[in-house]
Each structure stands twice: as structure tokens, then as C-alpha cells.
């Protein structure tokens, strides 16, 4: 007398062959406490691959940002020197490691009123305060290195170089900043 029941037909109907309630009734009760725990597992583990990647992106954008922003002030005092045929300067400097970077393109000889503030947070530049003076040319006799790096570390740094007497700036990064 006991036939076999088909589920699926059943299923089909909405219809379970005991209890009279729906499969969909009996089935809609969450997950369980291991599928979550296994959902928890994965995530961490995909943090834990990708997290220091991240890290290691937003920290080379924040570096390359703030080298991009000093060779654009030294390239600017540069052009105003050839255009206003005057001696132009341009400074950078870090009051404390833990203030903004700051620049300011001004005449030979005359203290910055107007500072820009270079955006990027947590950055040190070595040496804390560089003067650069272009001539009416835009030669200079200022060649030099200025370092950019992160407060926390990491190792990543990148460079403005002011290379020749013609004032050739150029960017680096790494072991070619040495």
C-alpha cells in the first residue's frame, strides 16, 4: 500500500506529500551556521591576498602624485625664467615630518608668500628644504636629488632629479634615485 512518492512532481505542485506545506516554506529558513562560516572564511581569505596589494597601489599613487606635482613646480619656475627673462626660484620644503609637503615658485632672492601645499598625506622629501634657481635662460647651477618617501615606510620611493647646468628635470623611482 505504501507507493513510492514523487518528489519532484510534488515539488511541482507546490504540494509536500505529508505535512501539506510547501517545499518552498520548508526549504526558506537561512543559511546555516557553517555556510556562513565558510562565506566568513572565504572573504578573509581574499582580504588577506588582496589587502596588501591594495596597500601597495595606493601608496605607489600617493608617491607618484606627489613626484609629479614637485617636477611640475620645478618645470614651472623654469618656464616663468625663460618667459619673464628673470631669475626665478622654486622651493620645496617640509616644515616637520608630519606636515605637508609645500612649494612656492618666486623671484631670485625674495622670501615665498604664496605656498601650494602638495596634497598627498603622510609623505617626507630629504633634504626637508630645497631651493632651486633658474636665469634668464633657465639654466641653473642647482643640480641635485630630491627624495620622496612614505612615513610608514615600505620601501617605495621616487625622486625628482634636476640632472644638467640646462636644467633637465627627470623622474625615478626606486634604486635610480640612489
Not at 616637520?96 to 617626507?124: F, G, M, Y
Not at 641653473?140 to 610608514?152: A, D, F, H, P, R
Request: net charge neutral; proline share 3%; with cysteine.
Amino acid at each position: 500500500m505504501n507507493q513510492p512518492i514523487d518528489l519532484f512532481k510534488h515539488w511541482k505542485r507546490g504540494q509536500s506529500s505529508r505535512e501539506g506545506r510547501t517545499f518552498a516554506a520548508q526549504t526558506a529558513q537561512g543559511f546555516t551556521l557553517l555556510e556562513v562560516l565558510i562565506v566568513v572564511f572565504i572573504i578573509g581569505i581574499l582580504a588577506a591576498i588582496g589587502g596588501p596589494s591594495w596597500i601597495t597601489m595606493v601608496n605607489n599613487s600617493r608617491l607618484s602624485k606627489a613626484q609629479d606635482a614637485i617636477a611640475l613646480a620645478v618645470r614651472d619656475a623654469q618656464r616663468q625664467a625663460l618667459v619673464n627673462k628673470t631669475t626665478r626660484q622654486v622651493t620645496v620644503k617640509q616644515d616637520n615630518p608630519t606636515s605637508k609637503v609645500q612649494w612656492a615658485v618666486h623671484p631670485d632672492e625674495t622670501e615665498p608668500t604664496l605656498w601650494q601645499n602638495i596634497e598627498e598625506d603622510r609623505l617626507i622629501i630629504d633634504p626637508s628644504s630645497t631651493t632651486i634657481s633658474f636665469n634668464d635662460r633657465g639654466e641653473t647651477e642647482n643640480t641635485g636629488t630630491m627624495l620622496i618617501s612614505l612615513q610608514n615606510g615600505g620601501g617605495q620611493k621616487r625622486c625628482v632629479i634636476v640632472q644638467t647646468l640646462l636644467g633637465t628635470v627627470r623622474k625615478a623611482q626606486g634604486a635610480d634615485c640612489d
